[in-house]
């Protein structure tokens, strides 16, 4: 064991507090301690209680979906997730269109601030500028955090729609071959809504991603200079890789974010529930669908509406089980170097 | 010093709320459109019945009939009257009263561009997505002399549930065969091209911030915002803009069924009649349990059909026509 001098200490200083303690309370040692066990057999259970609370109000928000969404669950069945028309008139209901929005809104916008992100939260962990500069710019990443979601809507209105109308035309002359970039130009687009969510989730990524960086060992950036590796090699062989799990997990609560924005979202995306390559057209999410249809919806609307809910909730978990089982495997690998 | 202080103030409130416990409170929940109307009404009523409180909440109109189906609220509103099915839901019966009406236009953002005509085959195939650019033929035949732009259309719809929108789509399925076939009628359709914003106020900005688009919103929304709405080609083949006057027109020509204040007036035949108009209604209980609370809304309702009709014109809407109105005070005359 080589933990073992490390181990020796806490006890010996658990046996100072101790003797610190004794001689205000000279003998009754063993009530003062019942006392203690107590204290944290209450403890144990408040804690045991929240667990619960927490999983109950899980299955519980997901039953409530279910119980709803059932009607609709039952006449659409799988072919709900296969299906592109979504027509409330005529009581078809398929979420394929906002699936896909969703998905692809939520990726675009990943691969926009992840490397933005992760060099934004490097610059501030290195030490190329004064910590006065850094801390200031930390602190004005972080603050785009705190904007609420209507105003990067709003925001996205008065700039972003402007921008995307202009360069979304030569866009899509120079490159509208691909599919990606066919015209017709609509200034609210997936695109427009991509920008926007790059945006939004750019802190979560910046401010995880710095403190996994600062977290990293001193001494392995020694070693590495030991070994002559310059500050570049030090950096993108040494300090990133160990970093690299909290750098996921930044990512996956980056892309759950993406997944759930609603407002700005329904805002900027042009709603469309038609299914376009490109991303210059007006797309949906399933979260903006359901914030502009459920208040006037009635009858099997009302539960198509459930069913896509649950959707939403699926694919948050699905993409929380893999980035968690990313996340493992990236400790595994990199647990040799902590 | 401060305890007094709650104390006073305490004695204020539970004095105010006695003072309005004595007097009557009535709730109403439904439709967004109508709702400056409806604001306006219960300003100008309570202050000559200060014992009467009304308040109403625009919520929409699909949350309305449900809050009024479920008995939350003394009366409900409505922008597509109510289904068969929904009055057959409501235990102590159903009286549909049309309140005030509105016409839908088709506001348009084309700098320079301030009289626009669009014909019957122009507006349906622009909102089926066939009639791609301003410069169409089927645009400029109806517009000699205005230089219309080469560029797309966008086609701005409602995202949400509404009124706006089933009686738009109403509209074009009765004048297109072809918009029936693919589209449809509905509260919420599927368009086959453009974006879409929630409320009016969401179309009416999109509109506002791209060149080049044209979406349809209550004429009271357009007003307000100084948008530049087109004029439409009505049965008769006459270009009409939307005003009070030529919205009146085609309300005056609603065939009401006997037993029931609900229908939509169909595309006339008249000259001067702007062809998109619609009522909108206030849901209220055929049998009232509390019965100084049926008194109270019965003469709420008949106060907004006799004097509240005058606020109708500087608030955009059209003021219903004389025989509509009787029709609405004789309904009225049955709520128990």
Known sequence: MEGGPATAGPPFKVRKQGQQQMPEQPGSTGHSMRRVRRKLDLFHVITWLMSVAAVVTLLWIVVSIIIPAWPAIQKTGFGFFMNTAWDANRDRYGAFPFLVGTALTSLIALCIALPLGVFIALFLSENFLPLAIRQTIRFVVELLAAIPSVVYGLWGIAVLIPIVQRFGGLLSDRLGFIPLFQGPVFGNSTLTASLVLAL????????????????VPGTLREGSYAVGATRWETIFRVLLPTAAPGIVAATILAFGRAMGETMAVAMLIGNSPRLSWSLLSPGGTLAGLLANQFGEAKGLQISAL?????????????????????LRHAQKVTAGVR | ??????????????????????????????????????????????????????????VGSGAGIKQFTQNLVAFGASDAAMTDNEIAAVKQGVVLIPATAGSVVLAYNLPGVT???????????????????????????????VKLPDTAITVCSRSDGSGTTFVFTKHLSTISPEFKDKVGEGTSVTWPTGVAGKGNDGVTALVKQSPGAIGYVEYGYAKNNKLAFASLENKSGQFVTATTASGAETLATTKFPPDILRAWPSDPEVKDAYPIATFTWLLLDKKYENKDQGEAVRKFVEFGLNDGQKFAEELGYIPLPKEIVEKGLEALKTIQ
């Open chain 2, 1 to 58: 010093m401060k305890i007094s202080l709650l104390l006073g103030s305490a004695a204020t409130l539970l004095a105010a709320g006695t003072a309005f416990a004595a007097g009557i409170q009535l709730q109403g929940a439904g439709a967004t459109f109508p709702a400056p109307m409806y604001q306006r009404w219960i300003a100008e009523y309570t202050k000559s019945n200060p014992n009467v409180q009304i308040n109403y909440q625009a």
């Open chain 1, 200 to 215: 939004m989730v750019l802190p979560t990524i910046t401010a995880i991603s710095r403190s996994a960086l600062v977290a």
């Open chain 1, 306 to 326: 459930m069913y896509a809910a649950l959707a939403l909730v699926l694919l948050t978990l699905v993409v929380n089980m893999i980035g968690e089982a990313v």
């Open chain 2, 115 to 145: 009289d626009l005509k669009l014909s019957r085959e122009a507006y349906s195939g622009i909102f089926l997505g066939k009639t791609k650019k301003w410069s169409d033929p089927a645009i400029a035949k109806t517009n000699p002399g």
